[in-house]
């Protein structure tokens, strides 16, 4: 199994609404990301969790909170979000170590903010 | 801050060779070089990676300057399912997650 599956797929939500964002991937990975890619840009790194422990926050918003129950699952919940951050947002998890290790991407989740 | 420059864009015919151009003049002795690619709707997937030698794989090969100042990623016979955005990615020394630049979108004509 060397598949990251990201649910919803797509999700609508108002700027009051609380919501999750969940990735899981059974391939043993001990670190997970979460990206936020824009059309047509590059994605962006927000969050690196390594052996379910937050390493990397890149100066995100505190209206995004990741969370790491355990080795397989990662969750970003989204809370009083703004119309701009509507986007894909792309889970990842690495196999071997940061240098050579191969990230392996979920399809993303489509996420509009109204 | 992205490392690498690379072509915003590169076309090919089908069934002929592609080579993918990335500068990465400040790259360090310990700094890999990782290229990914996103196709349409799709999550980015790994390609390849290398530190001083070419690297081949069922996917591409890797060409690495010999001052490891630039690279190249050849794809032997492009097809239509190859058309894509391609980033080159320094992973550099220590434990720094990867960072995509802007990358190159390649089209493949039929």
């Known amino acids: 199994d060397t598949e990251v599956t990201q649910t919803p797929k797509h999700l609508v939500m108002g700027m009051t609404n609380k919501k999750s964002l969940k990735c899981e991937q059974h391939?043993?990975?001990?670190?997970m990301y979460w990206y936020k890619q824009k059309a047509k840009k590059p994605p962006e790194l927000m969050f690196v969790?390594?052996?379910?422990?937050?390493?990397i926050n890149e100066s995100v918003p505190s209206r995004f909170s990741p969370e790491c129950p355990n080795s397989s699952l990662l969750n970003l919940h989204l809370h009083a979000l703004q119309p701009e951050d509507s986007a894909l947002y792309l889970c990842?998890?690495?196999?071997?170590?940061?240098?050579?290790?191969?990230?392996?991407f979920g399809e993303g989740s489509r996420l509009t903010v109204l | 801050d992205a490392k690498t420059t690379q072509p915003n864009s590169m076309e090919s015919n089908e069934e002929e060779p592609v080579h993918l151009p990335c500068n990465h003049s400040?790259?360090?002795?310990?700094?890999?070089i990782h290229w990914y690619r996103q196709l349409p709707s799709q999550g980015p997937e790994y390609v390849i990676h290398?530190?001083?030698s070419n690297v081949n794989n069922r996917m591409a090969s890797l060409a690495i300057a010999e001052d490891r100042k630039s690279s190249t990623l050849i794809l032997h016979r492009a097809t239509l399912r190859d058309a894509a955005v391609y980033y080159c990615?320094?992973?550099?020394?220590?434990?720094?997650?990867?960072?995509f630049g802007k990358g190159t979108r390649l089209s493949v004509i039929a």
């Open positions: 990842a998890s690495m196999s071997g170590s940061g240098l050579t290790g191969e990230l392996f």
């Open positions: 391939m043993g990975h001990r670190a």
């Open positions: 969790y390594s052996y379910e422990k937050l390493s």
């Open positions: 400040t790259i360090s002795g310990t700094d890999y």
């Open positions: 290398g530190l001083t």
């Open positions: 990615i320094l992973i550099l020394g220590g434990n720094t997650p990867l960072v």
